[in-house]
């Protein structure tokens, strides 16, 4: 056989030109991946994840909820020992007024906000960079977070993927704007992914 393109001679059942890479007129590629050496499967240079899917809005928000239990329970354990702690001190007479009721309560305030904070970072982070590569709520739902090659992600990544979320999500104003535009992106975009994923280069997936 000789290609049509540069007149090469190739060996019968050859899908492309050796010399110029052009295929063989005549020859069919979608002829069996059992043919001759050379022949090209229809699948060629197809990749694919089996037994892997990308989990969509209504399961991470699921997996968000039992999230937000598992550190909401004892956090607002924590909410209750620190406002009891706050009643003696307010009850007093010469405390009564405005500015010391402020001293009073704004540093506790300011202390839970950071408390917040942190033990959220934390544990998604943590748990999300572990072996896991999943928090409880999305370990429950068989979900589990990677970065764009499928691999598990550093503590640093989850770390990023975090405050590019949940993160702004404190920042008085535009946190609550943000999170309703974060989370809204994960029903419409190609892979689930909401805006933090994008921003950190993560997927979340969920087993088959």
Partial sequence: MFCSSCGATVPDGTAFCGSCG?????YSI?????????????????????????AGFWLRLVAA??????LGIPFGIIVFMMIASA???????????????MMTILPRI?????????????????MESSEWQA????????????DLAGSR???????GRFFAGRGIGYVPSIGGLYLLIDCIMAGFTEKKQALHDMIASCLVMRKS
Avoid: C
Wanted: hydrophobic share 50%; net charge positive.
């Fill in 87 to 101: 009643i003696p001190s307010l009850t007093h007479t010469e405390n009564q007024n405005p500015m010391m009721i």
């Fill in 65 to 70: 909820i039992i999230d937000g239990l598992v």
């Fill in 153 to 159: 992600v550093t503590f640093g990544k989850a770390s």
């Fill in 110 to 126: 300011f202390f839970l906000v950071l408390l917040s904070l942190a033990a959220s970072w934390l544990y998604w982070a943590l």
């Fill in 30 to 54: 979608s002829q069996s991946s059992a043919g001759p050496i050379g022949t090209v499967a229809p699948s060629a240079g197809v990749v694919t994840a089996a037994g892997t899917v990308y």
């Fill in 135 to 146: 928090t409880l709520g999305k370990k429950a739902l068989g979900l589990y977070v990677t």
């Fill in 22 to 26: 052009r295929p063989i007129v005549g």
